[in-house]
């Protein structure tokens, strides 16, 4: 849609929505005591100050060449700032804090970015002409948002593993209680499931949700529920991450070699678990869902005599019908509000498993929309017909690598607006930080 086309209220909408994910990015930076910004809480990312400059330098590198009479005024830190870190071959970065930039100079960078930016996106005549790559400023501009909400759920994951003495405590939020209830399979029969967005319609995506296509899904049982704490808990007591025959040899390498164990959210104390959270550690809730990596999902589906869905089984069990037509949301074409779900940064805490029962799919699938993604046996792969952003070519291309899988859902620290049905996510399934669990499916 042309410039001089966009309307006065998307115009102030999507400035409103970089102003308020600003003002996400910098609450969550705020939690952490400032000694510690220099801090890597996860030994295979960036400290934590390379995020601080990142955020401003993807804004930048992204925008400022479409804007007009905007001019680099710190070219290293455009590049110093530019990308983070997927170690696929086990490297770690060896950087000491002494190597990066002043917290100071860092910050002066992001208000100078924020400043620059800001005063040509709110001039309709300059702002509003932004188009690169025969894209334009709407697609650039949610590119740029939801890159940043991203960033806000894996920041929280990085600090989630900060020890608490390195974290300004804030107060959890009461969660639901705990009702009791006996996991069950929920019966999904054959059908359709669409996968992706179409080109021609009107909605962002990024590059990896085009093109839209159907996918013939056979009939297939699936977990009511997310996995639990107390069913993981089952398998782990049952010698799980001993039994060689559960794990595939790549996972059970990475088993043996990292000393693996338990999940990473959980910690011994004594004779019993407690649960790590952001601010408190807790006895281990019992009815939350179990967070893992792949590989631990895996072994504990083999264990169980099941398997993970696939992408497109889960899109079935979460938008389809018995009829054939498919939900734009697992509870129907509302938009997700609270009282469906654990998502949108309401909670930094999981909720018991059962505890959206409003937000259940037709076929009576629960808790499938946030309160954790879900692991999936599928592959991160390119759909029919995929395009990369021609600016941000290697946003999803470096990653179809057959080295990452796909999940699907959200977590309590999920913006809404990446709760569409076509949104994808993938990590390494060796990648035990993520707020991730899963369900299993007979088939």
């Keep these: 849609m042309p410039a001089s086309q966009i309307s006065g209220s998307i115009r102030g909408d999507l400035i409103e929505r970089i102003a308020d994910a600003r003002r996400r990015s910098d609450a969550l930076f705020g939690i952490v005591r400032g000694d510690a910004l220099f801090d890597r809480p996860i030994p295979e990312r960036h400290r934590i100050i390379f995020y601080v400059g990142h955020l401003e330098a993807f804004d930048w590198n992204l925008l400022h060449g479409s804007l007009p009479g905007l001019k680099s005024f710190h070219p290293e830190f455009d590049r110093l ?18 190597d990066w930039p002043s917290l100071g100079n860092v910050r002066d960078y992001v208000v100078r970015i924020r400043r620059a930016l800001d005063e040509k996106l709110e001039r ?68 359709a499931a669409t996968l992706g967005l179409t080109r021609d319609g009107r909605a962002f995506g990024w590059d990896n ?12 049982e699936i977990d009511q529920y997310k996995v639990t704490n107390r069913q ?35 910690k011994r104390a004594g004779d019993r678990w407690v649960f790590r959270g952001m601010f408190h550690e807790i006895p281990l809730p019992l009815e939350w869902p179990v967070y893992v990596s792949h590989a631990e999902a895996s072994a504990y589906a083999r264990w169980a005599g099941k398997f993970l869905p696939t992408e497109a089984e889960w899109h079935r069990a979460a938008y389809g019908t018995a009829g054939g037509a498919e939900r734009a949301y697992p509870w129907g074409s509302d938009p997700p509000a609270r009282g469906v779900g654990n998502f949108d940064f309401e ?69 809404q607006c990446m709760l569409r049905r076509s949104f994808r996510n993938w990590f390494q399934p060796h990648y035990q930080y993520v707020y991730a669990g899963f369900r299993c499916v007979s088939r």
């Design 124 to 191: 309709e005549d300059d702002g509003f002409g932004l188009e690169r790559d025969g894209f334009s400023h709407d697609t650039l501009l949610n590119v740029a948002v939801e890159h940043r909400l991203m960033h806000v759920e894996t920041l929280a994951y990085m600090f989630h593993q900060l020890p608490l003495n390195r974290k300004i405590r804030q107060e959890d939020e009461a969660t639901p209680a705990n009702h009791p209830f006996v996991p069950r399979m929920v019966n999904i029969p054959s059908g």
């Design 209 to 220: 949700e085009f093109e839209a296509h159907a996918v013939s899904v056979p009939g297939f």
């Design 347 to 415: 909670l930094w805490n999981p909720t018991p498993v059962n505890a959206f029962s409003q937000g259940e799919s037709s076929f009576g699938v629960s808790d499938i929309l946030g309160n954790g993604w879900e692991w999936t046996s599928s592959q991160f792969l390119p759909f029919p017909r995929f395009e990369p952003f021609p600016f941000y070519r290697g946003y999803s291309a470096d990653f179809f690598d057959g080295k990452h899988f796909v999940l699907k859902g959200g977590s309590p620290r999920s913006a």
């Design 232 to 266: 993981y808990l089952d398998f782990l007591d049952a010698g799980g991450y001993e039994t060689r025959s559960l794990w595939s040899d790549d996972g059970w390498r990475w088993r043996t070699d990292q000393g693996i164990s338990h999940p990473v959210f959980w």
């Design 81 to 98: 700032f530019a990308f983070g870190i997927d170690p696929v071959n086990g490297g770690l970065p060896s950087d000491q804090p002494s």
